[in-house]
């Protein structure tokens, strides 16, 4: 039988009162909050199955779901392309014949921006594609790539996080220990 979201947010705040001293208050406050948060994602999980479907009820030319920091979506005009592009270079995008289908004219290149992501599948934008995303569509990363023709290589999250992931490995020497500990 599947827990009540209650029931998992006490059981969440539970394991943390093993490593954490919670006032009453504190406890209350963090039942709440987790709650809320469960509620939330909840409510993202059904609207995330759903997705498919609605992506197909807003057909190219007229106005594209848009979700915002927050999570909600809003209407994007129809003058502006998936993923905040100019109608020039949406119009000279190669659309995958998957994007096509749902009509978001952007070909796979264009869809790893340097702020966000957007899945070829619904054209929502995200910083990063997930396989917990991908797999909404049924897909797997690998065979998302293959798919809309991406090297195998290419990761799927915006330019801006994979920079800062490479910067950060340099300035802990990940390469140099890498390298020691193939020679052991």
């Known amino acids: 039988m599947a827990k009540s979201l209650v029931e998992m947010a006490v059981e969440i705040v539970s394991a943390q009162l ?3 001293a919670m006032t009453q208050q504190q406890l ?10 469960l509620s939330e994602l909840h409510e993202t999980e059904i609207i995330r199955q759903s997705l498919p479907q609605r992506a197909r009820e807003f057909p190219a030319g007229k106005a594209q779901p848009v979700s915002t920091p927050e999570g909600e979506e809003r209407a994007r005009p129809a003058e502006e392309g998936p993923g905040g592009l100019s109608k020039t270079a949406v119009e000279t995008a190669q659309p ?14 264009e869809s790893i921006q340097q702020n966000k992501v957007i899945c070829l599948e619904c054209g929502r934008e995200f910083k990063q594609l997930t396989h917990l995303h991908l ?14 023709g991406l090297r195998l290589t290419q990761p799927l999250t915006a330019r801006s996080i994979s920079e800062r992931r490479s910067q950060r490995a340099r300035e802990i020497g990940l390469a140099e220990r890498a390298r020691e500990a193939r020679r052991r």
């Open 96 to 109: 995958t014949a998957a994007a096509e289908a749902e009509g978001l004219p952007i070909s796979p290149e």
């Open 18 to 20: 093993l490593h954490l």
């Open 28 to 37: 209350v406050d963090a039942i709440r909050s987790t709650f809320n948060l």
């Open 135 to 148: 797999r909404t569509h049924g897909l797997t990363p690998r065979e998302y790539k293959k798919k809309h």
